[in-house]
């Protein structure tokens, strides 16, 4: 687990980034040949399936320069405003030391103890918990919080986040997944785009003898001509839609590239900048199961602490779960793991502790912050903080 600023992990992250950002070209010109196929079936449906092949190779070349220019563009384009592009969605606004000391001098504090250059500090304003970093090089570079965060969490646990996120930075993992980002995101564009202009397209009468536009007409074929030449179409049609889904599918695996130790190796890193593994794992439990950011994107829930989607997309899932993570932790770390968290009780509890706050504070839980790690309890204070 001791892990952290590996030079081999660096130099594996750089080494994806480039073969990503080759890939990314390599499923603009798939694309771009299924828009082709289609593009030709569209112009007109009574040819073999072979002529229509042969045409989107030719039409493929005739628009190999642009294709190239436009995902050029697209890449230059995320460079400079992704980081715009996330804070339109998250909402998240910079801070300044004076805005927020606490959160400011807790990140200071760890870019100083290992010499790493301070990224901006956001914040986001949401009851979540859960905290990103992104950025493609250090000028860009910046890490962002919610406010139930900084609510819910200590300072030691707040600065264990803090640190995972810098290990992201200080690792490249950041760079890496900000690629993906980018090339899901166009990839996802154009396929939509495609399937658009495929939904567009009806059946006609015949049900299987061509293909005609609702914003154009097109003389019809005889029922012979339409017999023999309309499979072609079909096929074409069919092999059009399967380079969709397969570039489609090829942008999801691209988020597979994004090894799940990343987290592992963030984990540790937090650690060796805190050396406070238990701080890790208290901030663990208490995120997990709380961290889902209203109108994200998955993307940018790809970016956070803790993904806590599931379904379908967990299939492409790039976040160890919680539980892992913490045994880990407990094993090459040393940590104690106090377990789930029962929210749903405290909540109930609430009201009842609110009418006995004159009452002395109940002992706090065995774990780490019932140690010499922790302060000794305050009158109206219990083990997860002032009671609200």
């Given amino acids: 687990m001791a892990a952290y600023g590996l030079y081999t992990h660096i130099a594996s992250n750089k080494f994806r980034s480039m073969m990503m950002l080759a890939g990314l070209f390599l499923l603009i010109y798939v694309l771009v040949y299924a828009g082709a196929l289609l593009a030709e079936v569209f112009l007109n449906s009574n040819r073999p399936a072979g002529d229509y092949l042969a045409l989107a ?80 090089n250090r000028s860009q570079y910046s890490i962002t919080v919610t ?25 490249g993992d950041v760079q890496l997944m900000v690629v993906a980002v980018i090339i899901a995101g166009v990839v996802g564009f154009f396929g939509e785009l495609f399937f658009r202009m495929f939904t567009n397209l009806e059946w006609n009468s015949s049900g299987s003898s061509g293909w005609s536009s609702s914003s154009s007409s097109s003389s019809s074929s005889s029922s012979s001509d339409s017999k023999s030449s309309g499979g072609g179409a079909v096929i074409v049609v069919i092999v ?9 599918a090829l942008s999801q695996v691209v ?42 994107t998955s993307a940018v829930m790809e970016l956070c602490v ?52 004159d009452q002395p504070p109940p002992l706090p839980r065995k774990g780490p912050w019932s140690d010499a790690h922790a302060p000794a309890p305050v009158p109206g204070q219990g083990p997860w903080g002032p009671h609200s």
Avoid at 89 to 94: K, L, M, Q
Avoid at 240 to 248: F, M, P, R, S
Avoid at 277 to 286: E, F, G, N, Q, T
């Fill in 306 to 357: 803790d993904n806590p989607r599931e379904g379908f997309a967990d299939l492409f899932a790039t976040h160890p779960s919680v539980q892992s993570r913490i045994d880990k932790l407990v094993q090459f770390a040393g940590g104690r793991d106090p377990g789930p968290l029962e929210y749903a009780e405290e909540s109930a509890a609430a009201p009842e502790e609110a009418a006995h706050a």
């Fill in 255 to 296: 988020k597979l590239a994004l090894s799940r130790a990343r987290e592992y190796l963030a984990d540790a890193g937090s650690v060796e900048l805190t050396k406070n593994p238990d701080a890790m794992i208290s901030a663990l439990r208490k995120i997990e199961g709380r961290g889902e950011l209203p109108g994200a």
């Fill in 240 to 248: 059009a839609i399967a380079l969709i889904v397969l570039a489609w």
């Fill in 147 to 171: 406010t139930g965060l900084l609510k819910a969490l200590n300072d030691q646990e707040i600065e264990a986040v803090l640190g995972h996120e810098l290990t992201h930075i200080r690792n």
């Fill in 57 to 136: 190779v030719r039409d493929l070349i005739s628009a190999f320069p642009w294709a190239t220019a436009a995902a050029a563009a697209w890449i230059v384009i995320a460079y400079f405003f992704h980081q715009n592009m996330i804070d339109a969605v998250t909402g998240a606004e910079a801070v300044t030391r004076q805005e927020q000391p606490r959160l400011y001098n807790l990140l200071e504090n760890l870019c100083i103890s290992r010499g790493i250059p301070m990224p901006k500090l956001k914040i986001m304003d949401s009851p979540a918990l859960n905290a990103f970093a992104s950025g493609l």
